[in-house]
């Protein structure tokens, strides 16, 4: 045995009515969805609040050496001084001055 459901007429006026919730419903979802927004973009990572200094980059040993070596090449250290800097980044005892 089946239950017939009869729906009944609203009329114009109820149908005005239902119109006008939906409607706002709608406003309401657009007005949330763009309040969001702004909220979204930062914990997303799209917008930088504050400031943070970059992270310090170290030279290798390796830029280390050519650097020293860029310096000695042209004229801004002496020999000498390439040797000592270049013993102490390696570890290596410096050079022993001549003695005369």
């Known amino acids: ?8 007429d609203p009329g114009p006026g109820s149908v005005k009515a239902v119109n006008n919730t939906l409607q706002m ?6 007005l949330l969805f763009l309040a969001a927004l702004p909220l979204a973009a930062v ?3 799209c917008i930088d609040i504050g400031s943070h200094q970059p992270a310090l980059v170290h030279p290798t040993l390796g830029q280390q050496l050519i650097d020293l070596q860029k310096a000695r090449d042209q004229g801004a250290i002496s020999q000498r001084d390439y040797e000592i800097e270049r ?10 001055a001549s003695i005369r």
């Not at 045995?1 to 009944?8: I, K, L, P, Y």
């Open 1 to 8: 045995m089946g239950w017939r459901v009869f729906a009944q």
């Open 25 to 30: 419903k709608k406003s309401c979802s657009r």
């Open 43 to 45: 914990l997303g990572g």
């Open 87 to 96: 013993a102490k980044l390696m570890n290596l005892q410096p050079p022993v």
